[in-house]
Nanobody, 126 residues
Framework: VQLQASGGGLVQIGGSLRLSCAASGRTFSSCAVGWFRQAPGKEREFVAAVSKSAGSTSYADSVKGRFTVSRDNAKNTVYLQMNSLKPEDTAVYYC????????????????????WGQGTLVTVSS
């Protein structure tokens, strides 16, 4: 599975962005997918995840109520809709896929994931 993250950019405080994670490979629909982010000088942290069934999602407390993760298995794509953006959301955002996940499985650890995209930079500025 190869992942390509896109959709990042410069946005004002309170603005919105939608990130996309496009995957190649026929096994993508069997993968749980997570979004992580890494700010300068900080460790990579969990942001959101969606199960392979798309029936389960989970969010970090810092983004709950503002971000929404979804997937379209027909298009081999996972999305992260980000609203009400704050300066502390500034980071490089990565999508990751875990193979052989259980139907409603959600995974939070960086080390759990098998494949990573290259990252897309989100900058929130006043």
């Amino acid at each position: 599975v190869q992942l390509q993250a896109s959709g990042g950019g410069l946005v004002q405080i309170g603005g919105s962005l939608r990130l996309s994670c496009a995957a190649s490979g026929r096994t993508f629909s069997s993968c749980a997918v997570g979004w992580f982010r890494q700010a300068p000088g900080k460790e990579r942290e969990f942001v959101a995840a969606v199960s392979k069934s798309a029936g389960s999602t989970s969010y970090a407390d810092s983004v709950k109520g503002r971000f929404t993760v979804s997937r379209d298995n027909a298009k081999n794509t996972v999305y992260l809709q980000m609203n009400s953006l704050k300066p502390e959301d500034t980071a490089v955002y990565y999508c990751a896929a875990k193979q052989r996940s259980i139907w409603s499985g959600i995974y939070y650890s960086v080390s759990t994931y098998d494949y990573w995209g290259q990252g897309t930079l989100v900058t929130v500025s006043s």
